[in-house]
């Protein structure tokens, strides 16, 4: 294929990478190793998917159009993390912060494509399944245990959302009752403080949702969740023009050109911190796969439309917010909040709408959240199990089968409950939104977005004899730049949360 038409691969190291898949997949059929790592293969009910789906089952599967994938990833990408890009540019300051974030934005979008070539030479139909067949279901169980890091994260950071946006919500309904709550109250953490209160009243709200077995009654929640996300964020974008015009200046009473593009603070820690948060916005590679095994008369070009699109819109969308919520609020003092609706007087009344209307999405997310995790450990147990067992054990359906408890059983009572409240504990220990972004971004998106994409890539790529050296060497780069970022970041973030404590 001419690599002038935006194919990732020539046809030689296309039909390479296929072959050396074909051969993975027959090796991981042969030692039973899918039906071990993967609850619900394709592969591990007798490989009905080894030489592909075809015919009439292939195209009642394959439904989705270019808007609706784009529309899928960027619900994926976009969440609260959103709050938080203000305070991630004014740490890496309005010069180094749009340009990391442009960078992390390619970045992402060579990896997804990564994933997306490993994936389909494959054929695999999720993430961890691309992982089982190039690197081992050694390192699948890797991925199945940064699933659950990567799922009770996003639980915890959640919950301090539901803190943060609930708390001043129901402040507002109290003062409007004749009630006089004080600012500090809403700000106050604690055991016994209102933004506790707010954790429990939204995880209370889906509690009914994450004990049962399913997620039906979830499904036509996306578009409430990803528009209440685009609300918020040009809620923001809005009201920092309208100060903006009203004060006749781009910058804030007291704040200097220089302060305001310079980093804050310490100039590498505060753009280290920046990268681990804008690395979170880009997450949706476990997304991917399913994406593509919908997509519509599938074909490289389209694949690729799907993830510029997707990444596109997500970082213009992310540029926006950034730049105009640090604008309005910097004063080269460390004027952005973690979250920053958190600068938002209390009293807002269209802020307010918007905190109530992400409260939902937030208190969706949890639900959203709960299911796959508890799935994910019960995966875990199995895979582990399979690999202290025999390789005739691992074919044989033992004890791991039953893992999955049925539907109503206490057991989905206690695990919902057990995940829930490790949750809002750790959020309410935690002292800030933005502690958990930059832990998480600096270890499993790190490892999940750029070092195993580019790992999976690669083992394919090895036995290639004409792979696009493009694509060859921006994998190598990933998976350096990866490894080195998880390091140093990870470093950079216990040091800035020990110095808080």
Known sequence: MSTGTGEVDASGDEEAMRSRG??????????????????????SGGGARAGGVGGDDDAQRRLGGIRSSVYTLVSTMMGGGVLSLPYAMQEAGLLLGPLLLFVICLASRLSLW??????????????????????????????????????????????????????????????????AVSD??????????LRTGAMLVGHAAVLPVTTRGSLSAMRSTTAISLGSTLLLALLISARSVAAMVARGSALRAGASAAAVLAPSGQPVLGA??????????????FNVLPVSEELARPSKQRFRKVVDRATAVAGVLYLCVGVLGCLQF??????????????????????????????????????????????????????????KATPADARAPGPAGTAAAPSGMPREVLEALAIQSSGMLAAILIPEITVVWSFMGSTVCMLVGYVLPAACYLALRRWGSSAHRRYWRGAWALAVAGSALTVVCTASTLTQYSNSL
Do not use: K, Q
């Open 22 to 43: 074909s051969s993975l997949m027959s090796d991981a059929l042969r030692e039973g190793l899918l039906g071990a790592v993967i609850e619900g293969s394709p592969y």
């Open 114 to 179: 990564l994933v997306l070539t490993a994936g389909c030479s494959l054929r695999a139909a999720s993430y961890e399944e691309m992982v089982a067949l190039t690197l081992g279901r050694r390192w699948a169980v890797v991925v199945t245990v940064i699933l659950l890091l990567l799922l009770w994260f996003v639980i915890v950071a959640y919950s301090i959302l539901l803190g943060d946006l609930l708390g001043p919500v129901l402040a507002y309904g109290a003062r409007a009752a004749g009630v």
């Open 184 to 193: 500090a109250a809403v700000g106050s953490h604690g055991f016994v403080s």
């Open 272 to 285: 280290l911190t920046s990268t681990s948060i804008i690395s979170v916005s880009f997450l949706c590679h």
């Open 330 to 387: 910097t004063d080269g003092a460390g004027g952005v909040h973690g979250n920053i609706l958190t600068n938002y007087d209390t009293d807002d009344a269209l802020i307010n709408v918007g905190r109530l209307g992400l409260s939902l999405t937030v208190s969706i997310g949890i639900a959203l959240m709960v299911h796959p995790l508890r799935s994910a450990a019960r995966r875990l147990l199995n895979s582990v199990r399979e690999l």
